[in-house]
């Protein structure tokens, strides 16, 4: 080749390159995950830089903590589909500066033609595999009432175009995967070939890689319906045609009706005083706030402090506090709008005053119970969690899930999105655990229209009226003591945020009667004097993955993600 017909060559090979990587990474594929961020404005922590971005923007152009939390939201929906969704359900706090704080529940229920045995097989034992996965799996989703109530009610624009634009993009647009992501559809590639007898874009050949475009049009095409026409543009019309046409494909049991009558509900939060801190988290159907109320309680007047941090007499504690509130959970907690649930006894000095009695400070009490509860293995990041504050003080603080990674793994073809798994969480029988070892009783049975029993804690802590703490986490049965632990570690310990969700955890569920500990947390002799004290004890890599943002006396704020989840990022205006 002569020198012309080189260079000739040499700038159509870089053309062709340069047009190769474009079409591989959009514009938005820049994103660098940052832990820790300080403000004096506004601050938002969610799973997913790219739907931080979207809540900045929002907040930027006058929006408030709502119209924010929900533009994350639905931008979760595409970037972080694991667990953000509008195929599945979940709880905000929020407290708006100055009134009280407020509750919403936008969990999934059961479907109409849910029974109580609807997991057994003849002989009455759980078939495998038929909560957890496909189209009996899910609850009816409650996300998108959810997203568009709060916004409705609170947000500052309530302007559906401008919250929602943001994901629309990112769903038409597509971007760049995480390495993360990419290790996620990696994993669940064949149970989305199995599941789903289509194409469709999570399945693709051979690997995800980090840098891949993942682009959603149908997905794109749903999120613009609804930012047209509202709950509307899912509930019913074509989502609801394609929702409904997945079930008849697939023996699931949503119907028209379940979908039309689907309503969120404004609730009041639980709320408590823990050292000089005012506490709101979730009621019923969340567990969260009941059981952490009950062993935050337990543990007010106990010497945490001078037993010092994570020694064993104080791990003891907690770990006792833990095993009688859980036992509580299994044995009472349930949908309270269809069993009666004896709330304010649980919460009754008398009664947290008996379960502190019952605490031996030498031995490890017995988780005893009729069941067949194993050990679990814990499936971490499958819920998702965000936090924000904004310039106004309003704090939102809110928890979503599909339940498992990608729900049911079964996916709405037209519509283009995820449905969740949630209906594992209702008791499939008494004595049998769920995904995440728990086991519950009547209080907790599958009944048409009933709300199952969730974990998820979204909470606001309080201090002299202001914003001390906003904080939540997926994880399953350990979100409730990954914030109590969060707490611990900030009220009583005196760490900063960083280091109070740095810390390693434990963790103790009543069931399986064991202290469930990440690798390496607590010292040799700890863990020989727990174990002296009648404690058995487990290793896991990780549980819960809390996004917290604290609010110092001068009204700093310093947001945290989470080093357990690699795309968790905090970032403030
Ligand atoms: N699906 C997990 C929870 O709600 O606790």
Redesign the pocket.
Known sequence: MTNDKHLIFLSFFLAFILIVACRQAPKNSQYISQKVATSDKAMVVAAHPLAVKVGLDILAQGGNAIDAIVGVQFALAVVYPRAGNIGGGGFMLYDEKGKQTTALDFREKAPFGATKNMYLDSLGNPITGLSTKGALASGVPGSVDGLLQALEKYGKLKDRQLVMQGAIDLASNGFAISQNEADRLNKYASDFKTLNNFDFPFVKDGDWKKGDLLKQSLLAKTLQKIQDEGRKGFYEGDCAAAIIQTMADNKGIIVQRDLTRYQAKWKTPIQFSFRGYDISSMPLPSSGGIVLQQILKILEPLPLDSLGFQTAESIHLISEAERSAYENRATYLGDSDFYNVPVELLLSEEYITSMRDGIDREKAQKSNAETVAPSQTLESFQ?THTSIIDEQGNSASLTT?L?SNYGSKLYVREAGFFLNN?MD?FSVKPGVPNTYGLIGAKANEIAPEKRML???TPTIVKKDGEPYLVLGAPG?ST?ITAVLQVLLNKTVYGQNLEEAVNACRTHHQWLPDRILLEEGCLSVEARNALKAKGHQLEETKYMAIIKAIHRDADGRLTGVGDPRNPDDHAQGL
């Open positions: 819920t899930t339940n949630e969480d969730s974990s998820m399953g979100i």
